[in-house]
């Protein structure tokens, strides 16, 4: 069976290994004589999947005791409108640094529902770098600080979080969840749309520690987070197929070794493709500043359009997919998520190089 080279920003590629179990289990699922789709989500058999998905989400990522794991639907995009709506108060202010559209989004639903602030920003270089820690204006106010951990469109990622104190620090880390180890206990809020490494869209994955679920009434029931809280992510009909593979994605990572392990071939599959483009004198241009060169998704353009074109073209006869550049950018864009493996980006590396050799 031919796998497609699958570059894809989101949905991204699956673990063979992911789709292959969820084939063998499509017709009888807990030895129930049905599929996944077609329990009930009050029933044993789905509950623990459910739960099993969560537990795996605390192991993997050593979620500590005070914080809680809510599966959500809406994307990671309702996150940016619940977050302001659950824990910024009125006469307190939410705190933005914006690298990249995903953070400007978040500050603009914020800023629907409250005061907000811009503490810094890469914008004016066309974000092509993460702030530095010193240059972020804290407030020891601000309701939170909020940061995109890894820039999907522009391909930058924080390798660094700002120490805030008592301010929480919440972090959408859609593109870079599971990737790396990460110290949970820094954040407040950690969110992240299932579809790029920890399975199928129609998931959302919010850890949020305890003291920031708060009983507001007056917060519509599905935007609350103390109502999913205390119904367990249950509250309404979930998406439980997406919730079925996110716990088969958790599975394949623990028996990649864990977080540990998936960020070192992350490291590799990364260096592979930055040095394809460092080592092709200046045919090929990275979008990032190497101090802030993402991990997941590597971005970069050609001499010309018309090159980029060319190469978008033949990259594509050659079986790759998903390089073109955010439609809002252009360029190339590779995202070498969790699922993709090594010898994919070894591929994409010597094309590039191929090409190169033969653009004239
Ligand atoms: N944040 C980041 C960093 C993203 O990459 C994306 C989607 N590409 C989003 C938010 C929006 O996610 P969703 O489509 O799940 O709402």
């Not at 030895?31 to 077609?38: A, I, L």
């Not at 679920?213 to 519509?220: G, S």
């Not at 987070?225 to 088969?248: D, G, R, V, W």
Request: with cysteine; charged share 20%; aromatic share 8%.
């Amino acid at each position: 069976m031919k796998r497609a080279r699958n570059f894809n920003a989101g949905p991204a590629a699956l673990p063979l290994e992911v789709l292959q179990r969820a084939q063998n289990e499509w017709l009888n699922i807990e030895d129930s004589g049905m599929s996944v789709m077609e329990l009930s989500h009050r029933s044993a058999e789905f509950e623990k999947i459910h739960n099993h998905a969560i537990q795996s989400l605390k192991d993997l990522l050593e979620i500590p005791e005070n914080y809680e794991v809510l599966l959500l639907q809406g994307g990671a995009s309702l996150q940016f409108s619940m977050i302001p709506m659950n824990i910024l108060n009125e006469g307190q202010r939410a705190d933005f640094v914006l690298t990249g559209s995903w953070s400007e989004k978040a500050l603009k639903e914020a800023k629907k529902v409250g005061n907000t602030a811009v503490v810094a920003s890469s914008k004016d270089e066309k974000y092509t770098f993460i702030p530095k820690l010193e240059d972020i204006k804290l407030n020891e106010d601000a309701a939170y600080l909020h940061i995109t951990s890894n820039n999907t469109i522009y391909g930058t990622q924080w390798k660094h979080f700002p120490e805030t104190n008592n301010v929480p620090l919440v972090a959408d880390m859609s593109s870079d969840i599971l990737s790396k180890k990460i110290d949970v206990s820094k954040f407040g809020i950690i969110y992240a749309g299932a579809q790029k490494n920890l399975g199928p869209s129609g998931i959302t994955v919010v850890i949020i520690r305890k003291d920031l679920i708060t009983n507001n009434e007056n917060i519509p029931s599905m935007l609350n987070y103390s109502i999913h809280s205390k119904n367990n992510s249950l509250y309404n009909t979930p998406p439980t197929l997406a919730i079925y593979l996110l716990s088969l994605v958790l599975d394949w990572a623990k028996e990649q070794g864990g977080v540990e392990k998936i960020a070192e071939v992350n490291g590799e599959k990364a260096k592979v493709i930055y040095d394809a483009i460092d080592n092709s004198n200046g045919f090929y241009k990275g979008h990032a500043l190497p101090d802030s060169r993402s991990h997941m998704n590597v971005t970069f353009t050609l001499p010309t359009e018309e090159a980029e074109k060319q190469f978008l073209k033949e990259a594509k006869q050659a079986g790759f997919v998903g390089l073109n550049g955010h439609r809002s950018i252009g360029g190339c864009r590779a995202s070498i998520y969790n699922a993709v493996p090594l010898s994919h980006c070894q591929d994409l590396a010597d094309f590039m190089k191929t090409f190169q050799e033969s653009y004239k």
